[in-house]
Structure formats: C-alpha cells, structure tokens
C-alpha cells in the first residue's frame, strides 16, 4: 500500500496534509486527487485536533484550486462538524462525472 501511495504522489495523484508540533508529525490525511475531485482516505491525530487542523488549511487550498467536492467516504460526526454532508449515491456519481473530466 505505501509503495502504491508513493507511486501515486510521484505521478501528482497522491496528497497529504500534515500538522507538525515542535518537529514532530502529530496530524494529518491523505488521500487522492483526480480533476475537481479530492478522495480523502484516512486523517489521524497524535494531539487532540490536529486532523482537523490540517483538513481546515488543505480544503482552504483545494478552494483556491477550484476543487468542487471532497469523498469522505464514510459519515460521522466529526466529518459533519467540519462541514461534510451526506449525498444519494445517485447525486455522488452525477458529480464525479462532472467533475473528475475537468
């Protein structure tokens, strides 16, 4: 799984967010990005909200990089309270058709 992962990042696919304290990496997610799409696969958290942190800065620049959508994959309430909303698989598949040819 790593070496695929570090395939994807070479090939511009792969991306990651991080929180670092005093050196140390305490935080952050990774997942993939095609076209307007970014599919996040896991966030993780070595100090009480540093995931959260590091998501906060990331959606921030996929705005500026005109990113339309983010899969979380899964609901819950800590997605939700950064903002993350449940969508019909129908609604989900109409987006990525159009945002992932972009």
């Known amino acids: 799984m790593m070496e695929?992962?570090?395939n994807l990042h070479k090939a511009g696919i792969?991306?990651?967010?991080e929180a670092w304290k005093n050196g140390?990496?305490?935080?952050?997610?990774?997942g993939i990005r095609l076209g307007k799409v970014f599919f996040g696969e896991s966030m993780f958290s070595k100090i009480s909200n540093a995931s959260?942190?590091?998501?906060?800065?990331y959606v921030q620049m996929l705005q500026k990089e005109d990113v339309q959508l983010?899969?979380?994959q899964l609901h819950t309430a800590h997605l939700e309270s950064l903002g993350a909303q449940m969508i019909s698989r129908?609604?989900?598949?109409t987006l990525l058709q159009q945002y992932i040819s972009t």
């Not at 792969?14 to 967010?17: E, K, P, T, V």
């Open 52 to 57: 959260k942190f590091a998501f906060i800065h």
């Open 4 to 6: 695929a992962y570090v």
């Open 90 to 93: 129908k609604a989900f598949e």
């Open 70 to 72: 983010i899969d979380c």
């Open 14 to 17: 792969a991306h990651s967010a």
């Open 24 to 30: 140390e990496l305490v935080g952050g997610l990774y």
